[in-house]
T-cell receptor, first 115, second 112 residues
Framework: DAEITQSPRHKITETGRQVTLACHQT?????MFWYRQDLGHGLRLIHY???????NKGEVSDGYSVSRSNTEDLPLTLESAASSQTSVYFC??????????????FGSGTQLSVL | AQSVAQPEDQVNVAEGNPLTVKCTYS??????LFWYVQYPNRGLQFLLK??????LVKGSYGFEAEFNKSQTSFHLKKPSALVSDSALYFC??????????FGQGTELSVKP
């Protein structure tokens, strides 16, 4: 079955280190998204992509970057990890038209702790 | 700017009773509205959506939601709650900009 997988499930890192979270989907979806989930804030959009070589900033993009070199993968990089980036990170994908994004498929999340 | 609000952090319901999880939205133009559910240690799962048409939308697991344009609300409902419905519920809105904006989430607890 097609799916969306995130790795690692858990990550502990130190302040200032570069960290990359992986997201891989096998649905051949054009649209991919990264969200972070924090208590009291729900899910906030970090970056998103509507296709290969396309990337866009979301509402909380500072300190994060993404690249889209193929359809299946959208890795999220924290350039210099900060304690404020301790969070649960979710990747999602969809193949719906850009105007509606009717349904997102989510990965199981990555719990990142920055010490 | 578009936004969505879930006024209740937690909703407690007895099994077998009806449940309502509230959501209000603010968006220019016609809203596309969604409900997602998150079980512990899992990603979000799509429940239902309103795009256009009938104001009462039926979704997965017996859930339904009522779109009310005058009150800018999209409340999630179920006639008879199950213990297995206990989870975190998110309302989301898209105003054709291609991105979903999520509410803060409401934790639903159904007790036997």
């Amino acid at each position: 079955d097609a799916e969306i997988t995130q790795s690692p499930r858990h990550k502990i890192t130190e302040t200032g280190r570069q960290v990359t979270l992986a997201c891989h989907q096998t649905w051949n979806h054009n649209n991919m998204f990264w969200y972070r989930q924090d208590l009291g804030h729900g899910l906030r959009l970090i970056h998103y992509s509507y296709g290969v070589h396309d990337t866009n900033k979301g509402e909380v993009s500072d300190g994060y970057s993404v690249s889209r070199s193929n359809t299946e993968d959208l890795p999220l990089t924290l350039e210099s990890a900060a304690s404020s980036q301790t969070s649960v990170y979710f990747c999602a994908s969809s193949d719906d038209p850009i105007s509606t994004n009717e349904k997102l498929f989510f990965g199981s999340g990555t719990q990142l702790s920055v010490l | 700017a578009q936004s969505v609000a879930q006024p209740e952090d937690q909703v407690n319901v007895a099994e077998g009773n009806p449940l309502t999880v509230k959501c209000t939205y603010s968006v220019s133009g016609n809203p596309y509205l969604f409900w997602y559910v998150q079980y512990p240690n899992r990603g979000l799962q799509f429940l239902l959506k309103y795009i256009t048409g009938d104001n009462l939308v039926k979704g997965s697991y017996g859930f339904e939601a009522e779109f009310n344009k005058s009150q800018t609300s999209f409340h999630l409902k179920k006639p008879s709650a199950l213990v297995s419905d206990s989870a975190l519920y998110f309302c989301a809105v898209n105003n054709q900009g291609g991105k979903l904006i999520f509410g803060q989430g409401t934790e639903l607890s159904v007790k036997p």
